[in-house]
């Protein structure tokens, strides 16, 4: 989280996009592979905001 924040204060909060992936998914790939592209889809357009 603390990288995170410093990326972005470096870069600009409105270059990034932060998921807060589900427990059990470390990435994206697990995320996709557990529980399909859908899953994905929907977090990153309407997940909550970290």
């Known amino acids: 989280m603390k990288l995170r924040a410093a990326t972005a204060q470096l870069f600009g ?5 932060f998921v807060n992936w589900p427990e059990g998914s470390k990435d994206a790939n697990d995320h ?3 529980d399909g592209a859908q899953a994905v889809r ?3 357009l309407y997940g909550p905001l970290p």
């Open 42 to 44: 929907e977090l990153v």
């Open 13 to 17: 909060i409105a270059r990034f996009y």
């Open 32 to 34: 996709l592979r557990s």
